[in-house]
């Protein structure tokens, strides 16, 4: 299966700043998307990246707060703006393996906001 | 709006007993379904993949589907301490999706 590489791993960020998570694969796929996943929380999905087009957000995520770039078929990044303490969470990219099938996940950044 | 629901635990088991971990979803159409173990600190990793009703083995997992009761379960045979984590159920709703739709998980103690 595709080796997913997300950096960086862990960031302490200062309220007011932004972070940029990178997500690179090592092949070419179609469906990549980014998750949230909040201290004893499930995932919560954030958007699908689209390649060539602007990223399609779920309800209560908006562009302005978490830009997304796909710039290829095996690259993603995204952007956490204007951080305060409520965005301390790990941020997952993810990969599917077709439709019903099942997404595979990076290793995470966790993210901390002083 | 679909559901998938699992029991928050913690389940504690002893070493060498039998884990069983349950999931239910409230979309009857639901197509697809997946358990993934989750370390603490770490990122979900898919363990097993069902599609059609009955068990579905692999070593010591097995992953058992019964559509008409809409729940899926996972047992672990010969639970190891390593086997203590979070397991998160998920499932790809009626009419097809790239995305399913994430339980909140179990966490899972095996003690020696």
């Known amino acids: 299966s595709a080796v997913i590489s997300q950096k960086p791993s862990r960031d302490i960020c200062q309220r007011g700043t932004s972070l940029t998570i990178q997500c690179q694969v090592d092949s070419q796929v179609t469906m990549m998307f980014w998750y949230r996943q909040q201290p004893g929380q499930s995932l919560t999905l954030i958007a699908t990246?689209?390649?060539?087009?602007?990223?399609?957000?779920e309800s209560g995520f908006v562009i302005d707060k978490f830009p997304i770039s796909r710039p290829n078929l095996t690259f993603s990044t995204l952007t956490v703006s204007n951080m305060s303490p409520e965005d301390s969470s790990i941020y997952l990219c993810s990969i599917s393996d077709g439709y019903n099938q099942p997404q595979h996940f990076g290793d995470g950044t966790r993210l901390s906001i002083l | 709006q679909k559901e998938v629901e699992q029991n928050s635990g913690p389940l504690s088991v002893p070493e060498g007993a039998i884990a069983s971990l349950n999931c239910t979803y409230s979309d009857r159409g639901s197509q697809s379904f997946f358990w993934y173990r989750q370390y603490s600190g770490k990122s979900p990793e898919l363990i097993m993949s069902?599609?059609?009703?009955g068990d579905k083995e692999d070593g010591r997992f097995t992953a058992q589907l019964n559509k008409a009761s809409q729940y899926v379960s996972l047992l672990i045979r010969d639970s190891q301490p390593s086997d203590s984590a979070t397991y998160l159920c998920a499932v790809c709703v009626s009419g097809g999706s790239y995305i399913p739709t994430f339980g909140r998980g179990t966490s899972l103690i095996v003690h020696p």
């Open positions: 990246a689209n390649q060539g087009s602007e990223a399609t957000y």
């Open positions: 069902i599609y059609s009703n």
